[in-house]
Structure formats: structure tokens, C-alpha cells
């Protein structure tokens, strides 16, 4: 799903999507490819 698709979603700007993603890619959980896509990353089972 596109952060426009989320924004709509949740009836929020894209800017909180935007800013909920990042924090989720500083924590490993989602990489962000600008111009592309984001993907939930792979499980670590020992983190």
C-alpha cells in the first residue's frame, strides 16, 4: 500500500505517514527505497 492509499486510509495528510514510516525504518522494522517503495523487513527472531 502507497502512503497515499495509507493517508486515506487513516484519513490523514501524508506527512504523518511519512514521518510513522521513517520512525519505523530507524527501528529496522520497514526500508524505505525513495522512488520506489517501502517493505516490511524481514524478522529478526533474536532482536
Not at 514521518?19 to 527501528?27: F, I, P, T
Amino acid at each position: 500500500m502507497r502512503a497515499v492509499e495509507l493517508a486515506n486510509s487513516f484519513e490523514v495528510s501524508r506527512t504523518p505517514i511519512r514521518e510513522a514510516l521513517k520512525q519505523l525504518e530507524l527501528e529496522g522494522l520497514v526500508k524505505i527505497r525513495p522512488a520506489s517503495h517501502t517493505r516490511v523487513s524481514e524478522i529478526d527472531e533474536q532482536r
